[in-house]
């Protein structure tokens, strides 16, 4: 009895242990953005660019709170205009809640106007949210009124409703209402998302109204390994460059879903004159399989022959930021259940310009977090952030290859992200254990097949299984996992037999049961 007592305490340490060991998976991180407006027009002469309208950019893995606010804005050369607009992303502590990441962006009349094909909304909205204990994630959005060509879509309310209207030898519109793109611990919700295709495929056009994204990775190791990834190579985002609150993303891969992939966008050039111009910028990211490796998050992005022109206003004249090559790469890892990260960046050839006045060969140390502060005509300070690199825990890495800022005043004013990879991984407690299969056939002490024979399979985990023979002596078990002792006993009323031990991580085929001869039955009588 007191053998059986501490068996019985062992186990229970045993599984105490157990559940205090999956419940500590590491820090908690969080994944947000909102954003009101996203165009892409992907047409030789833009360049796949994205130009956002009140865009948070990422939520720090760590969490935070960010909100935007505008009065307006026209964007895509008169395609999409907008009245006010709110976003906000959120995640853990400070501005939310430490077990939650919570997003929403809302829109004011919505017009879109392009090749006579019109769309108009009184508005747009969409909330996003993920929550511990469990990571759940739901989302909803809200559209009033809307209308292509004059004519009323009937909204259902159904996630992911589908429209698509022909407009004869023009064009095909194809409207997504409510979309959710839902992975393990992650959503996003499109309100409105817009897909236009006119003159053969010459113009394409994609527009997504009030995104709402969030993310969450709780301190509980999941079964299966969770990725985050994104990547992109410039985020141009400045009051004094573009329209309020307008940014401009070239070559963005979004976020990788939780349960992994690969996605790949590239570009031969980013031109948005005067302001930006480039060479090929590509941005990839991808985790687990397909399209990487079940315990890898990986991603990187690049920019060639980079060139921003900043119009300080005034009397001041404009800066020339440029650089030859500008990359960054980020890669966590998965050994068991403990992740590691790492990530690096190059960059080449940085100089400021200025009409003349200034020019500067920016010294490179090739360092992490190498922090510049360049003084300009005594009014502003160029503030440059070289190989950035930010880390929420041990399973989450971002890299930047450069950041610049204007600080005027005390303030700094982000105006260019460029190069930026980030990658994110909850390793998991690995794949459950496969299953295998035991078969095999009874025989007398002859080599006779037995039929109506009683096998039983005892394992470690589950109640004893059994089965009779046939009328050729086979039988066979299914369904056990690989690996553990199985304890094989047969009957017959005739025979006796011994006990058998096996233990595989492949399927046993083909065994043989043997009755105990005479003399041995009679031995064992005695």
Known sequence: MQIRRSFNTLIIFLMLFTIGFVAD???????????????VLDTAATNAITTAVSATGPLPSDGGNINL?????????????VGDSTVFTSGGLPGGNVNSSQSSASVDTLGVSILGIGILADAVQSTSSCTC???????????????????????????????SIEVPGIATVNLRINEQIISPGSITVNALHISVTALGSL???????????SGITCTVI?????????????????????????????????FLPTSGGNITVSTVGAGFPPILGSGTVESNTSGGLPGGNASTSQSDSSVENLNITVPLGGLLPALTISAGVLQSN?????????????GNSILTDLHLRALGLIDLNVPISGLPNQHLEIPLFGLVNIVLDINNRRSAGPGDITQEALRVGLRVAGVTDLLVVVASAHSDIVCGLGPSA???????????????????????VNGPSGE?????????????????????????????????????????????????????PDQDRQSRRK
Not at 155 to 162: K, L
Not at 435 to 441: A, R, W, Y
Request: aromatic share 6%; proline share 3%.
């Open 203 to 213: 113009i394409t056009t994609d527009l997504i109204v009030a995104q709402a994204h």
């Open 330 to 342: 980020t890669q966590c890892n998965c050994s068991s259940t403990t992740p590691t990260c790492s």
């Open 434 to 456: 496969a299953n295998i299969s035991i078969s095999g056939t009874v025989f007398d002490p002859n080599g006779t097949a037995l039929r109506n024979a009683v096998v039983t």
């Open 133 to 163: 204990g469990g990571a759940v994630c739901a989302g909803t959005s809200t559209i009033t009124n809307l209308r292509v060509n004059g004519n009323l879509v009937d909204i259902t309310g159904n996630p992911n409703q589908f429209v």
């Open 25 to 39: 998976a590491g820090a908690q991180t969080y994944s947000g953005e909102g954003a009101a407006v996203k165009l």
């Open 69 to 81: 606010t505008n009065a307006g804005a026209v964007v895509g050369g008169g395609i999409v205009s």
């Open 464 to 516: 004893p299984v059994t089965t009779r023979t046939n009328t050729f002596g086979k039988f066979m078990f299914t369904g056990l996992e690989q690996g553990d002792i199985y304890v094989i006993a047969t009957k017959h009323r005739q025979y006796q037999f011994q006990s058998q031990v096996v233990s595989s991580t492949e399927d046993i085929t083909g065994l043989s049961i043997f009755a105990m």
């Open 222 to 254: 999941p079964l299966s390994s969770l990725y985050s990834g994104r990547a992109y190579g410039i985020w141009l985002r400045d009051d004094l460059l573009l329209a309020s609150g307008v940014s401009l993303i070239v070559a963005d891969t979004g």
